[in-house]
Structures are given as structure tokens and as C-alpha cells.
């Protein structure tokens, strides 16, 4: 229990929230939710921010660890939807971008959530696609946090592992959502260690 609550405070630390934004989804099927507070983190599509992450995070206590650099408590952030399809992108191509928060298994602690993206094409649900996961394991020490960030037509994901020492990050993705089909398309990563 006292290595869940060190994992927590880091967590915490890390990511602390300079100002949560709540949003409400709408939960009439008539009214969605356009709002680009969803985009997520723009620097996951900076390659030097990623590439730095390992370099300087090697010790929580460094205030040289660029995922310092990222403000937003984003499980807080997801903590305030409900379970509906909020649409978070209007693309050409007639392509609509959602978010939808899985709903959480009985099993599953309350630290843990996963948020799906999922693209429409001409209203028909084509792909989807974990933009965004919590896990908090109090047995092993750890927990890990998927962040993405959405811009038009590209989506990038990042996996950070904290533990009690350190920050890493693994499995940077850049995706390409087809305009002619909808569908998420790896086109560049990166097998951080």
C-alpha cells in the first residue's frame, strides 16, 4: 500500500494540473460535444521532446525531466466524461472523430480508464483506435499513462512508465487517418528504451 500511494504522489507531481478543464458530454444522441480542449498534448509530435524524455527522467527528483513539461492532469481531465461518444473533430472527406471512455471492468481499479478514438466516414464507424490509458499497479510499483495528441489528420501516442526512480518512455506512434477510408495508418514510431 505505501508503494501505491509513492506511485500516486509521483503521478501527481508529474503531472499536476495548472487548471483542470471539465467538460460534459452531451448525452442526447441529437447534441455532440465539438470542443478542441480534446486535441490532447502537442508535444507528442515533437520527436526531440520524446527523444528526451529517457535522457533526463532517469531520476524523478531531476528538475531537469522534460515530462515536466507537460501541464495537464489528463486522467482528471477523462475522469469528468461520462460513457457517450463526445465528437471531438469534424474532418474533410466527411470523417468524424470521436472520444468514447470504456466503461470500467469490476475487476479494474479506480486509477485505472481508457479512452478510445474512434473515426466515422460517412456516419459508418470504421476504426478505432486507445488514444489514451491509465494503469496504476500497487503490487509491482508502477503505473503507465498512453497521452496522444490529434491535429487534423495525424494522431501521435506515447507510453510513459513511472516507477519509483524514474520516468520512461516507450512506443511513440504517428498515425495518418486515411481520407479516403477513415482508417488509422501507422506511418512513422519509435521503440524507445
Do not use: H
Given at each position: 500500500?505505501?508503494?501505491?500511494?509513492?506511485?500516486?504522489?509521483?503521478?501527481?507531481?508529474?503531472l499536476s494540473a495548472c487548471s483542470t478543464q471539465t467538460a460534459k458530454a452531451q448525452t442526447s444522441n441529437k447534441q455532440n460535444l465539438i470542443n478542441n480542449s480534446f486535441n490532447g498534448e502537442k508535444l507528442?509530435?515533437?520527436?526531440?521532446?520524446?527523444?528526451?524524455?529517457?535522457?533526463?527522467?532517469?531520476?524523478?527528483?531531476?528538475?531537469?525531466?522534460?515530462?515536466?513539461?507537460?501541464?495537464?492532469?489528463?486522467?482528471?481531465?477523462?475522469?469528468?466524461?461520462?460513457?457517450?461518444?463526445?465528437?471531438?473533430?469534424?474532418?474533410?472527406?466527411?470523417?468524424?472523430?470521436?472520444?468514447?471512455?470504456?466503461?470500467?471492468?469490476?475487476?479494474?481499479?479506480?486509477?485505472?480508464?481508457?479512452?478510445?478514438?474512434?473515426?466515422?466516414?460517412?456516419?459508418?464507424?470504421?476504426?478505432?483506435?486507445?488514444?489514451?490509458?491509465?494503469?496504476?499497479?500497487?503490487?509491482?510499483?508502477?503505473?503507465?499513462?498512453?497521452?496522444?495528441?490529434?491535429?487534423?489528420?495525424?494522431?501521435?501516442?506515447?507510453?510513459?512508465?513511472?516507477?519509483?526512480?524514474?520516468?520512461?518512455?516507450?512506443?511513440?506512434?504517428?498515425?495518418?487517418?486515411?481520407?479516403?477510408?477513415?482508417?488509422?495508418?501507422?506511418?512513422d514510431n519509435l521503440k524507445l528504451e
Amino acid at each position: 500500500m505505501k508503494n501505491f500511494m509513492y506511485i500516486l504522489i509521483i503521478l501527481l507531481m508529474i503531472l499536476s494540473a495548472c487548471s483542470t478543464q471539465t467538460a460534459k458530454a452531451q448525452t442526447s444522441n441529437k447534441q455532440n460535444l465539438i470542443n478542441n480542449s480534446f486535441n490532447g498534448e502537442k508535444l507528442l509530435s515533437n520527436k526531440e521532446f520524446v527523444l528526451s524524455v529517457n535522457r533526463t527522467c532517469d531520476n524523478t527528483e531531476s528538475k531537469l525531466c522534460t515530462v515536466g513539461k507537460i501541464k495537464k492532469d489528463y486522467f482528471s481531465k477523462f475522469s469528468n466524461l461520462n460513457n457517450d461518444e463526445i465528437i471531438i473533430s469534424k474532418l474533410k472527406d466527411n470523417i468524424v472523430l470521436k472520444l468514447k471512455k470504456e466503461k470500467r471492468k469490476k475487476n479494474q481499479n479506480e486509477f485505472s480508464m481508457l479512452i478510445k478514438l474512434i473515426s466515422y466516414k460517412n456516419n459508418k464507424k470504421v476504426d478505432s483506435i486507445i488514444c489514451y490509458e491509465s494503469k496504476n499497479d500497487p503490487n509491482y510499483s508502477t503505473a503507465s499513462e498512453k497521452l496522444y495528441y490529434l491535429k487534423d489528420y495525424y494522431l501521435w501516442t506515447l507510453i510513459f512508465i513511472y516507477d519509483l526512480e524514474s520516468t520512461t518512455a516507450f512506443d511513440w506512434n504517428k498515425y495518418k487517418i486515411n481520407p479516403r477510408t477513415g482508417k488509422f495508418e501507422l506511418i512513422d514510431n519509435l521503440k524507445l528504451e
